[in-house]
C-alpha cells in the first residue's frame, strides 16, 4: 500500500515539475520584453558597433591672412637663456668664496692649522701634512 501512494506521489510530483517548466507564466513574459528592449540597446552579448565611413577629413584652407604668427618658440628659448645664464652668476658667486678660490684652504671648510714641522699631521681630506 505504501509503494502504491510512493509511485503516485513520484508520478504527479514529476509531472507537475513538467508542466511548470512547459508554461510560460508572468516571468517569462517579461524576458521576452526586456530581449526586446536588448536588441534596440547594446549589451556585452551583442554589441552596438557604428558604421564608419573611410574617407579623409576635409580640411580648411589656410590663407596667408588666416594664420596667425606666433613667437612663443622664441620667447621660451630667450627664457631658457636667461635661467641659464642666471644659473652661471650664481654659480660664479660661489666660486668665489674663499673655500674653492684660495689655495690655503686645500678644499677643506676652513683653513687647516698651521702647526710646526714637529707637529704637523697627515690630513686625510687633502692628503697632505699641515
Not at 3 to 14: A, D, K, P
Not at 101 to 130: A, L, Q, T
Request: charged share 35%; glycine share 6%.
Amino acid at each position: 500500500m505504501m509503494w502504491r501512494y510512493f509511485l503516485i506521489v513520484i508520478i504527479l510530483g514529476g509531472s507537475l515539475n513538467l508542466y511548470a517548466q512547459g508554461v510560460e507564466g508572468p516571468g517569462k513574459k517579461k524576458k521576452k520584453a526586456e530581449s526586446n528592449q536588448s536588441q534596440s540597446q547594446p549589451s556585452s552579448l551583442e554589441p552596438y558597433y557604428p558604421s564608419k565611413n573611410y574617407e579623409p577629413d576635409k580640411k580648411k584652407r589656410d590663407t596667408r591672412s588666416e594664420r596667425k604668427i606666433t613667437y612663443d618658440a622664441r620667447d621660451k628659448f630667450y627664457d631658457r637663456m636667461e635661467q641659464l645664464a642666471k644659473q652661471e652668476r650664481k654659480h660664479e658667486k660661489e666660486m668665489a668664496k674663499p673655500q674653492n678660490s684660495d689655495p690655503m684652504y686645500f678644499g677643506h671648510k676652513r683653513p687647516p692649522k698651521k702647526r710646526p714641522p714637529e707637529k704637523m699631521k697627515f690630513c686625510k681630506v687633502c692628503g697632505i701634512r699641515h
